[in-house]
């Protein structure tokens, strides 16, 4: 992940940029100009997905045995959450590095038990899973033939193992529950010698040589990269979401490098422009057509990278503070890291459920990332947070699948979605401690609106509605407030 340093805030040169403040980064990103699919197919799935509105996304690898960011401690950049703090000697870089790909050989998660994770996802109510079948390490989590450094390798503990190709296995439990299946994969690969080639040291997380200046090399990595996708595309059953990560990995017009870089310049006070602008063409529109070969209507999701292969836009531990004008998805830790922390803490139900709420009520889907351990089991509180979702979308998930945003998203402590039938639905959200409830809840409807019936999704109660100056008026009777502070929202139907 850790996508917050390079969103797009050049349009007509589709430049990434890292040293901005990453708040007006997010906005920026935001209020990018959406390019539209013409593909029939993927625009019907696109549609499709949009009404699934809750996922979840896992990442892991042999980075989880030391409980560390995933990948990015082999970035030669100064960033303070990926510090390198483990091995024998991580003030020595090359060593820091062996000792990392090392991790390889100790890797095996022999409680791995992929038909637990995809019951516990469903019955949170989560409709697809996007699993990491390769990070920036370049570690595959997938049976590839195009490298060694994989789980199935024969020097990996876990290879012996009946369930070794680990992104096969998710992938079959996960359709088998009917959920979609998404693959993450990283563009950059810090491992394959085509892109840091380990004649020089890296020296950000970019290709480590010039790729114009050695085109041979460059093709070298870019079949690699090809190759590896269409794997995932041919022999890992239906693929509905690729997802594609390190958006640095993509075609910058030569022309605008120099301008960008002078700007840098002069816009930074110790004159060092801290990331490279490189042009790392893969030839995506080229892949892309490839890949929908192999799986018609496939959404491509290609994060940060301004053009017509980002299908959807990804806001990154976030929660826009507006709805969007395209399909989006916030992807949020559910806990300590994207990867597995030792320890760590996860929010609440009662959080969950308000940020999947507002999210959905702005028109966004929520993808949940939870971090398997190095045996390959999650957390209890991973489960206990999911149960906690799951109790609330049983009764409430009306409110949630097929809607849209509909304007006012939010007042007072009340999200709206709506949908195609007319339906709208008030999502009331209860706080932490809170004790009373108002008797009325006004509803800012257009005038002229036919007056609307209510009733209670939790109980099926009908609730008397009438016409007001603000819109309608809707009642909430006495008895049933203390059922309600007793959730963490409540949903009212109105038709």
Same mark, same amino acid.
């Given at each position: 992940?850790?996508?917050?340093? =390079?969103?797009?805030?050049?349009? !007509?040169?589709?430049?990434?940029?890292?040293?901005?403040?990453?708040?007006?980064?997010?906005?920026?990103?935001?209020?990018?100009?959406?390019?539209?699919?013409?593909?029939?197919?993927?625009?019907?799935?696109?549609?499709?997905?949009?009404?699934?509105?809750?996922?979840?996304?896992?990442?892991?690898?042999?980075?989880?045995?030391?409980?560390?960011?995933?990948?990015?401690?082999? !970035?030669?950049?100064? =960033?303070?959450? !990926?510090?390198?703090? %483990?091995?024998?000697?991580?003030?020595?870089?090359?060593?820091?590095?062996?000792?990392?790909?090392?991790?390889?050989?100790?890797?095996?998660?022999?409680?791995?038990?992929?038909?637990?994770?995809?019951?516990?996802?469903?019955?949170? &109510?989560? %409709?697809?899973? #996007?699993?990491?079948t390769k990070h920036h390490?370049?570690?595959?989590?997938?049976? +590839?033939?195009?490298?060694?450094?994989?789980?199935?390798?024969?020097?990996?503990?876990?290879?012996?193992?009946?369930?070794?190709?680990?992104?096969?296995?998710?992938?079959? +439990?996960? $359709? /088998?529950?009917?959920?979609?299946?998404?693959?993450?994969?990283?563009?950059?690969?810090?491992?394959?010698?085509?892109?840091?080639?380990?004649? =020089?040291?890296?020296?950000? $997380?970019?290709?480590?040589?010039?790729?114009?200046? *050695?085109?041979?090399?460059?093709?070298?990595?870019?079949?690699?990269? @090809?190759?590896?996708?269409?794997?995932?595309?041919?022999?890992?059953?239906?693929?509905?979401i690729l997802w594609l990560? &390190?958006?640095?990995?993509?075609?910058?017009?030569?022309?605008?490098?120099?301008?960008?870089? /002078?700007?840098?310049?002069?816009?930074?006070?110790?004159?060092?422009?801290? @990331?490279?602008?490189?042009?790392?063409?893969?030839?995506?529109?080229?892949?892309?057509?490839?890949?929908?070969?192999?799986?018609?209507?496939?959404?491509?999701?290609? $994060?940060?990278? @301004?053009?017509?292969?980002?299908?959807?836009?990804?806001?990154?531990?976030?929660?826009?503070?507006?709805?969007?004008?395209?399909?989006?998805?916030?992807?949020?830790?559910?806990?300590?890291?994207?990867?597995?922390?030792?320890?760590?803490?996860?929010?609440?139900?009662?959080?969950?459920? @308000?940020?999947?709420?507002?999210? #959905?009520?702005?028109?966004?889907?929520?993808?949940?990332?939870?971090?398997?351990?190095?045996?390959?089991?999650?957390?209890?509180?991973?489960?206990?947070?999911?149960?906690?979702?799951?109790?609330?979308?049983?009764?409430?998930?009306?409110?949630?699948?097929?809607?849209?945003?509909?304007?006012?998203?939010?007042?007072?402590?009340? !999200?709206?979605?709506?949908?195609?039938? &007319?339906?709208?639905?008030?999502?009331?959200?209860?706080?932490?401690?809170?004790?009373?409830?108002?008797?009325?809840?006004?509803?800012?409807?257009?005038?002229?609106?036919?007056?609307?019936?209510?009733?209670?999704?939790?109980?099926?109660?009908?609730?008397?509605?009438?016409?007001?100056?603000?819109?309608?008026?809707?009642?909430?009777?006495?008895?049933l407030k203390p059922s309600?502070?007793?959730?963490?929202?409540?949903?009212?139907?109105? *038709?």
């Open positions: 992940m850790k996508t917050k340093h =390079y969103y797009s805030i050049l349009w !007509c040169l589709c430049l990434l940029v890292y040293s901005i403040p990453s708040s007006y980064a997010q906005a920026v990103y935001e209020d990018e100009r959406y390019v539209e699919e013409t593909d029939p197919l993927v625009l019907k799935k696109l549609e499709q997905w949009q009404d699934l509105k809750f996922g979840l996304l896992m990442h892991w690898g042999t980075y989880s045995q030391w409980g560390i960011v995933e990948s990015w401690s082999l !970035c030669p950049e100064e =960033y303070g959450w !990926c510090q390198r703090t %483990k091995g024998s000697n991580p003030q020595d870089y090359f060593t820091y590095k062996k000792e990392y790909e090392d991790l390889r050989k100790t890797f095996n998660p022999t409680q791995f038990d992929p038909n637990k994770w995809a019951k516990a996802a469903k019955e949170a &109510g989560m %409709k697809y899973v #996007v699993f990491t390490d370049g570690f595959s989590m997938f049976d +590839s033939k195009y490298t060694d450094y994989k789980i199935t390798a024969a020097d990996v503990p876990f290879s012996s193992h009946p369930k070794a190709n680990i992104t096969k296995e998710i992938f079959d +439990s996960f $359709r /088998d529950e009917g959920l979609w299946t998404g693959a993450y994969f990283s563009k950059p690969d810090w491992n394959v010698p085509s892109y840091w080639d380990p004649y =020089y040291p890296p020296r950000d $997380r970019n290709v480590n040589y010039e790729p114009e200046a *050695n085109p041979e090399k460059w093709k070298e990595y870019v079949d690699f990269t @090809h190759n590896q996708i269409l794997e995932l595309m041919t022999d890992y059953g239906k693929v509905d990560d &390190g958006g640095w990995v993509a075609k910058t017009p030569k022309s605008a490098i120099t301008s960008w870089y /002078d700007q840098q310049l002069l816009n930074n006070e110790n004159g060092y422009l801290k @990331h490279r602008i490189i042009n790392q063409d893969i030839n995506m529109d080229q892949l892309v057509a490839k890949a929908r070969t192999k799986q018609p209507g496939l959404i491509v999701v290609d $994060r940060a990278v @301004h053009g017509k292969n980002q299908n959807y836009l990804t806001p990154e531990n976030r929660v826009p503070e507006k709805p969007l004008p395209y399909p989006w998805e916030s992807c949020i830790i559910a806990g300590g890291s994207w990867s597995y922390s030792f320890d760590a803490k996860y929010m609440t139900g009662r959080e969950a459920i @308000h940020m999947l709420v507002d999210i #959905v009520a702005k028109g966004g889907n929520l993808l949940l990332n939870i971090a398997p351990s190095p045996e390959g089991t999650w957390d209890e509180g991973a489960y206990q947070l999911l149960n906690e979702i799951g109790q609330w979308m049983k009764i409430n998930d009306d409110a949630i699948y097929g809607t849209r945003s509909m304007a006012p998203y939010k007042f007072d402590q009340i !999200c709206v979605t709506s949908k195609p039938d &007319g339906s709208i639905y008030l999502i009331y959200l209860v706080g932490e401690g809170q004790q009373t409830l108002p008797s009325t809840i006004e509803f800012p409807m257009a005038s002229g609106t036919k007056k609307m019936r209510a009733k209670l999704l939790q109980s099926r109660t009908r609730l008397q509605t009438k016409k007001s100056e603000k819109g309608l008026s809707i009642q909430i009777p006495d008895k309600l502070l007793k959730t963490p929202a409540f949903v009212i139907q109105l *038709n």
